[in-house]
């Protein structure tokens, strides 16, 4: 865990999952991953990201949302209360943060733009890397 010397709230960072992680990098279908992983929020983003890339913006939506939503209860049990850093630079936290990513930009393309700002803030509090990363 990383220690954070200024004081304030310590950065939150999940636990590895290496098995559905792997799946991925191994091209494995991600709806094979989620249905094995359904916990595991880098399979969500995965396919939010596809189904926005096809054109399938509810489908990205719907996606993202399951995975943002796997993601808060993930950093909840890992004892984030609300607010802080949960660092892109944790590989683990990258599903999450993707996600996140993922609900802004699809709640964006429908018009919700309340959503699309929250979420915007959301992850550039959460992380500055993964808004620079991600693309905001």
Known sequence: MTHNLLGGV??????????AREALANDVDPF????RHPDYPGAWAELADRAFARGGVIDSYAF???GYHRGLDQLRRAGWRGQGPVPWE?????GFLRALHAL???AAAIG?????????????????T???VLGG
């Open 64 to 66: 993202a949302r399951t």
């Open 130 to 132: 993964a808004a620079d």
């Open 112 to 128: 919700e733009d309340d959503e699309a700002e929250r979420c915007r803030t959301f992850l550039s509090d959460s992380s500055p």
């Open 90 to 94: 944790h590989e683990p936290n990258r």
């Open 104 to 106: 802004g930009r699809a």
């Open 32 to 35: 094979e991953v989620a249905a």
């Open 10 to 19: 310590p950065p939150t960072e999940l636990p590895d999952n290496a098995e």
